[in-house]
């Protein structure tokens, strides 16, 4: 059974910095696509950062560019995503995605087959 268990959310002032964790288990990372993606009420959910772990692409979504990075532990099994320069645009709830198939377009791991509980960030101006 796959089991991807997010952690490292929070409160943070604008200009702030966070990162997430994405610890998996009963999944093999290294032929498939990890990312994440974020939702807010009353949109849809959106990717921000996928990796493909075998050939180390990396995407992301525009409005992340330059300040979030994905990286993966293949030791631990575990995605993380290091959030820098905070803004109040970003307050969410991010989830942890993981693909069996390895493709990606942007910061989106294309055809999910398993996702994370979420958790929470709130960036404060």
């Known amino acids: 059974q796959v089991q991807l268990v997010e952690s490292g959310g929070g409160s943070v002032q604008a200009g702030g910095s966070l990162r997430l964790s994405c610890a998996a288990s009963?999944?093999?990372?290294?032929?498939?696509?990890m990312g994440w993606f974020r939702q807010t009420p009353g949109k849809e959910r959106e990717g921000i950062a996928a990796m493909l772990v075998s050939s180390g692409f990396k995407g992301y979504h525009d409005s992340v560019k330059g300040r979030f990075t994905i990286s993966h532990d293949r030791a631990k099994n575990t995605l993380y995503l290091q959030m820098n320069s905070l803004k109040p645009d970003d307050t969410a709830m991010y989830f942890c995605?993981?693909?069996?198939?390895?493709?990606?377009?942007?910061?989106?791991?294309?055809?999910?087959?398993?996702w994370g509980q979420g958790t929470q960030v709130a960036v404060s101006s």
């Open positions: 995605a993981a693909a069996r198939g390895g493709s990606a377009f942007g910061g989106s791991c294309r055809n999910i087959n398993y």
């Open positions: 009963g999944y093999t990372s290294s032929t498939g696509c």
